[in-house]
């Protein structure tokens, strides 16, 4: 069993465009291809996977398939309803990734648990091999990343084709030239945000921008480490005195990058 974590983003979508471009799917079948949605991407976002998905059908790869995290209460079915029950940001702002455990590793753990043809694969002593979307150039990404373990055969194609951001793009506009490029694919609420990418939420999306803002007021009384979303600074803050941009590191279990 061979499966795409599809990220939504330009990687993993590149992927797809390397797959179709080599025609891959012949020899070496990609079986599925599995997206964990927080609840939290943006609206450009799911338009991109719902286009995407019907696009690769055409070329015999499989629809997207969709999981999200299991949970008790109907709040917590999104990263947003359990920050905001729980009066926390997500976890990234104190410095930890347990939001991208429970809401994107986990979705797709539970999903191949439940999957039996991975259980006979496991039973039988093999390995479902898993695409993760690192780019070339990504060094720092790549070179410390998981070859396999117990359960998976894990396998980076852009860095296997050398394919750099350009690189990745340029295959999207000749294989899917009719459909837009996918922007950035990450929780609008990330802490991992730039400031530019705040200020663009802001710009583009007031609506999203503004649900980030209450989240990070209800979780304010909570605060003590962290001064907000942004980790060293609020967003709130920031909106009203416009600091000069800090760039932060992403996270590299969410993040997709446009």
């Avoid at 694969?121 to 780019?135: F, N, P, R, S, T």
Wanted: some cysteine; charged content about 30%; overall charge positive.
């Amino acid at each position: 069993m061979r499966a795409l974590a599809f990220g939504g983003g330009t990687d993993s979508s590149a992927i797809l465009a390397g797959w179709i471009e080599r025609d891959l799917q012949k020899t070496q079948p990609i079986n599925v291809c599995l997206f964990a949605d927080t609840g939290g991407e943006r609206p450009e976002t799911y338009t991109h996977i719902e286009r995407i998905s019907a696009e690769i059908r055409k070329y015999g790869l499989p629809e997207i398939t969709i999981v999200r995290k299991h949970a008790r209460t109907p709040e917590d079915f999104t990263l947003e309803g359990n920050c905001l029950r729980r009066k926390m940001l997500p976890s990234l702002a104190y410095g930890f990734k347990s939001c991208s455990q429970k809401y994107k590793i986990q979705p797709q753990d539970k999903f191949f648990n439940n999957n039996s043809g991975a259980r006979a694969i496991w039973k039988a002593g093999g390995h479902v091999e898993k695409l993760i979307g690192y780019e070339f150039n990504e060094t720092r990404r790549w070179a410390k990343a998981p070859l396999e373990d117990e359960k998976y055969l894990y396998r980076y194609p852009l860095v296997e084709w050398e394919w750099t951001r350009a690189d990745a793009v340029a295959a999207l506009k000749r294989v899917f030239p009719d459909m837009p490029l996918p922007g950035k694919s990450s929780c609008y609420f990330c802490p991992a945000s730039t400031k530019p990418e705040i200020d663009e939420l802001k710009k583009t999306h007031p609506d999203l921008y503004a649900r980030a803002i209450a989240m990070e007021d209800n979780a304010l009384h909570n605060l003590q480490s962290v001064k907000g979303l942004g980790r060293r600074f609020s967003w709130r803050e920031y909106s009203t005195t416009k600091e000069p941009a800090v760039e932060m590191a992403s996270c590299m279990f969410c993040v997709d990058e446009s």
